[in-house]
């Protein structure tokens, strides 16, 4: 189990490091990408394993709101020095 979800975190960080053309580093790659996981995750755990629907905003924003989330970590990552 550890290694699945190790892998999933791993494979969606390269997303933002791609996506900034990789002048970012992979840590701070691997840090939104925990952010953006950890928060989906949470939210579906309120959702569906503890039933906390008012808790939960509606997917559309959530998801908007991920996206807007990892692309400012994306644009204030200075580019590494060589």
Do not use: Y
């Amino acid at each position: 189990m550890d290694q699945l979800i190790a892998s999933t975190f791993e494979g969606f960080a390269e997303w933002p490091w791609q996506a900034a053309g990789q002048a970012l580093s992979r840590e701070r790659a691997a840090t939104a990408a925990s952010l953006a996981l950890g928060s989906l995750m949470s939210s579906r755990l309120l959702k569906n394993v503890i039933g906390a629907q008012a808790l939960s905003p509606p997917d559309d924003e959530l998801v908007s709101a991920r996206v807007d989330m990892v692309i400012a970590l994306i644009e204030v990552q200075p580019a590494p020095e060589n």
